[in-house]
C-alpha cells in the first residue's frame, strides 16, 4: 500500500514506519502524502487505540531530503504549507495518544515530527538536533511551537541558535523526552508502553489532548468551561459506565474505546 512508510495494527497498536533507511528516513514529497494518509487511516480506524512512529534502520528522521529541493528557486513558504503543516496539523487532530519512538538521530523537520507528538520515548542511542541554523534556516513544521512550550523559552532559543546535538540523556534531563529505554530492548520496550496507553479510555484521552493543547491558549475561566464540555461527553462514555462499574466491584476495569 505504501512505498516510503510501512503501516501494521497489533494489539490496538498503529505503527507507522518512515521506510527510508538508506535516507535516514528524510522526508520526501511521497513520504509526507503517505505518512499523512496513515494518520488519517489510524484516526478514523476502529481497531487503532494509540499510535508510534518511528523510522527504519539507525534513524529516526534526518528531515527533508534536499535532493529534492536542490534545485531552481524554492518557494520556502509554500514548500511549508503543502508539505508539512498538514502533516503536523494531523497528528495535532487526531484525538488518540501518538508516540514518537525515536530510535536514532531526529534532525530539523524530523526533531519537529517527535516535537509534535503527544509522547516521546527514546532509545538510549537517539539524539536531537535542531539542524536549521546549520543550512541558515529556522524551525519549522512546529519547531517554534512546541519546543519552547516543552522545554522553556532559554533552552528553546539555546537549541535553535546553535543547532547543538542533544544525546538522550540529556533530552531527558531537559525534559524532552518521557522515557529514555535500552537500544536492545527499545522496540519491545515502545510496545509495552503504547499497549497501555491502548488499553485506557481511548476516548476519554482524546479529550485530554483536545482540552490540554486548547488550555495553552486559554485563560483559566475559559479552560474551565471547557472542562466541563469535555467532562459532559466524557460522562457519557461506556468506558465511563465501565471505569465506576469496576471501582465498586473491585477489579479491574476492561475499556473498549467507547
Known amino acids: ?8 495494527i497489533t494489539e490496538g497498536i498503529a505503527k507507522i514506519t518512515l521506510n527510508r533507511p538508506d535516507k535516514f528516513n528524510a522526508f520526501t514529497e511521497q513520504m509526507h502524502k503517505e505518512l499523512i494518509d496513515a494518520l488519517k487511516q489510524a484516526g478514523k480506524s476502529q481497531d487503532v487505540r494509540c499510535l508510534v512512529l518511528t523510522g527504519a534502520g539507525k534513524a529516526f528522521n534526518a528531515g ?14 509554500g514548500f511549508l504549507r503543502e508539505r508539512y503543516n498538514p502533516l503536523i496539523m494531523q497528528i495535532r487532530q487526531t484525538e488518540k495518544p501518538v508516540i514518537a519512538a525515536v530510535n536514532g538521530v531526529a534532525a530539523g523537520a524530523g526533531m519537529s515530527l517527535a516535537l ?3 509522547i516521546r520515548l527514546a532509545s538510549e542511542k537517539a539524539s536531537f538536533i535542531n539542524a536549521f541554523v546549520n543550512i541558515g534556516l529556522v524551525p519549522d513544521s512546529g519547531g517554534c511551537y512546541f519546543l519552547p512550550r516543552i522545554v522553556g523559552i532559554g533552552k528553546a532559543l539555546e537549541l535553535a541558535m ?12 531537559i525534559g524532552l523526552v518521557n522515557h529514555v529505554f535500552p ?11 503504547a499497549i497501555k496507553l491502548a488499553k485506557l479510555p481511548t476516548k476519554a484521552i482524546g479529550l485530554i489532548k483536545r482540552a490540554m493543547y486548547k488550555g495553552l491558549h486559554m485563560t483559566l475561566e475559559e479552560t474551565l468551561e471547557y472542562e466541563a464540555y469535555t467532562q459532559q461527553i466524557a460522562g457519557n462514555t461506556e468506558d465511563h459506565k465501565e471505569g465506576v462499574s469496576a471501582f465498586f466491584e473491585k477489579r479491574n476495569p476492561v475499556f473498549k474505546g467507547k
Not at 183 to 193: G, I, R
Open 183 to 193: 537500544a536492545d530492548s527499545f522496540e519491545a520496550d515502545v510496545m509495552e508502553y
Open 116 to 118: 509534535a507528538s503527544d
Open 162 to 173: 546553535t543547532g547543538s546535538k542533544v544525546t538522550a540523556e540529556e533530552a531527558y534531563r
Open 1 to 8: 500500500m505504501y512505498e516510503t512508510i510501512m503501516y501494521e
Open 64 to 77: 527533508q531530503d534536499l535532493a529534492e529541493v536542490q534545485e531552481g528557486d524554492v518557494d520556502f513558504a
